[in-house]
């Protein structure tokens, strides 16, 4: 295997140690698993070196309030687990805060657990992690979030036009007064839809409030909470643009144990990434992406890469709209009221 042999010339070790190393077998210093896992991450790029083909692993990476619990996370695991049905490559979930060990970078430790190549979920507040993967050229794909290195691709939902589509709704049904709900946790998707909605606001000449901009956790708790929040303001909106499908569900729950008839009282546009919309009652119109879709576009790119068929991108589609029951007219101009508040 020259690829091994190189290695162990640039670590100066042998080829067995080499090979204990990369199948993260014992009765190897520390020291010299670093100095093995170096070079590796040093010829990553050169030619004949094919690490990445040893190895039919495919690693999901998550850090930090990624935690992979809702119900979009599970809609992309189903995707890449589709899509890797149809080649020869297994799924491994790895949590970076307690995989990587002292004095190892994220690279290093995915090459010791036998990982070809790595989807990560991860927020703006770790984006650190993505950077040094970059650094490291590790084969890497960030899904619904881009990161500013070029040797990192990621896939993602343009949800751009299809926030506008279902803006214009509202507006053509008589609303000025549009509230914004999203999650306390700031992520790249989350954000270009808040960024949507203000340059729709504003070049629409729509009526601002920061208090119209309600932050609340993405569960259905949250959604009520959401809710309860928009009936203490004085000057109420008629309709509201909820960012996370789980929000739209519980809101939707709240409002009836207050009595907020919806759409009469309250229009609702929600954001859906599988089937939330058609849970709640009344279903909730929705700006729609694909999840699944996600997951499975996520792991073709990242195959591509470690085979060296591709460089790194930055892929997008398109969401879309669609109008349901949640949506109609504001109430002779009247803001929603509730008795229990």
Request: proline share 4%; with cysteine; hydrophobic share 40%.
């Amino acid at each position: 295997m020259p690829s091994v042999r190189k290695i162990a010339e640039a670590a100066e070790v042998s080829i067995g140690t080499v090979s204990r190393v990369l199948n993260n077998q014992p009765h190897v210093s520390p020291s010299v698993r670093a100095r093995v896992l170096k070079a590796v991450n040093e010829m990553r790029d050169a030619d004949g070196v094919g690490i990445r083909k040893t190895t039919s692993s495919i690693a999901l990476l998550y850090r930090g309030q990624s935690s992979l619990y809702s119900a979009f996370d599970s809609a992309v695991v189903h995707g890449i687990a589709e899509e890797l049905n149809q080649c020869d490559h297994d799924l491994m979930v790895i949590n970076a805060a307690k995989a990587k060990g002292n004095g190892e970078t994220f690279g290093q430790m995915l090459v010791r657990r036998g990982v070809a190549g790595v989807l990560i979920r991860t927020t703006k507040m770790t984006h650190a992690m993505c950077e040094e993967l970059g650094e490291e050229r590790f084969p890497a794909v960030a899904i619904a979030d881009t990161v500013a290195n070029e040797h990192i691709g990621s896939v993602y939902g343009d949800a751009t036009n299809a926030i506008n589509r279902g803006l214009e709704h509202l507006v053509s049904l008589g609303h000025r007064k549009i509230a914004i709900a999203m999650h306390v946790v700031d992520d790249f998707d989350h954000g270009r839809r808040l960024e949507t909605y203000r340059d729709f606001v504003s070049r629409n000449g729509l009526p601002t409030d920061d208090r119209w901009l309600i932050r609340s956790p993405a569960t259905v708790a949250g959604g009520g909470a959401a809710l309860r929040q928009l009936m203490m303001l004085a000057d109420r909106p008629t309709a509201i643009f909820m960012l996370d499908p789980i929000m739209g569900v519980g809101l939707s729950t709240e409002a009836l144990r207050l009595g907020v008839k919806i759409p009469d009282d309250l229009s609702v546009l929600g954001f859906d990434d599988t089937g939330h919309r058609y849970a709640a009652y009344p279903s909730i119109s929705s700006v729609c992406q694909d999840a699944e879709g996600l997951g499975r576009l996520a792991v073709q790119h990242l195959l591509e890469i470690v085979d060296r068929r591709s460089k790194p991108k930055h892929l997008d589609f398109e969401c879309f709209f669609e109008p349901l029951e949640s949506t109609a007219p504001p109430s002779s101009g009247d803001a929603p009221s509730c008795s229990h508040l």
